[in-house]
């Protein structure tokens, strides 16, 4: 278990050190992102799940996927130029990011692993996680990109139908 308080003090740390605009929201633990989307009055396709993918030499990156959107792993293996990539367990990523599932974030993390973000993000003001269970926060979703120097391309796919 990590320190939850740290986890958003580097967070709030690092946004502030590439001159990010960033507003830090509480809200009750949720069980799903569709949950917190409720408890912030947003859409789902506005909260960015940020995803940590392992390569196999060893390394990571970072994904972030709209909320209402998943992976398409054959468009970001061929954006990567790599024939795998994997989803780590829970002690993988946390290892990889300082960070548990639910609070990870690009921002603050304990190694500034590479950026890939979907197009879908651009252009509006997106929720992501905040280094801590129950807390998002919201920052304009170009000024983040811009500041981690995202590869920005069509890295997503619908959601299947329910």
Do not use: C
């Amino acid at each position: 278990m990590t320190d939850t308080a740290a986890g958003r003090d580097r967070v709030a740390a690092d946004a502030a050190a590439r001159g990010l605009d960033v507003e830090f929201v509480e809200r009750m633990r949720a069980r799903s992102l569709e949950e917190a989307a409720e408890q912030l009055g947003i859409a789902p396709s506005s909260i960015v799940k940020t995803l940590v993918v392992a390569r196999s030499d060893g390394s990571f990156l970072f994904a972030l996927v709209p909320g209402d959107r998943q992976l398409a792993w054959p468009k970001l293996r061929a954006l990567v130029g790599v024939n795998k990539l994997r989803l780590p367990d829970a002690a993988e990523a946390l290892a990889a990011t300082g960070f548990e599932r639910g609070t990870i974030t690009p921002l603050g993390s304990t190694t500034a692993w590479p950026v890939y973000a979907d197009t879908r993000m651009q252009g509006r003001r997106v929720s992501l996680g905040a280094g801590s269970h129950g807390a998002s926060l919201f920052v304009a979703a170009d000024e983040l990109l811009a500041s981690l120097s995202a590869t920005v391309a069509d890295i997503t796919e619908p959601l299947p139908a329910r």
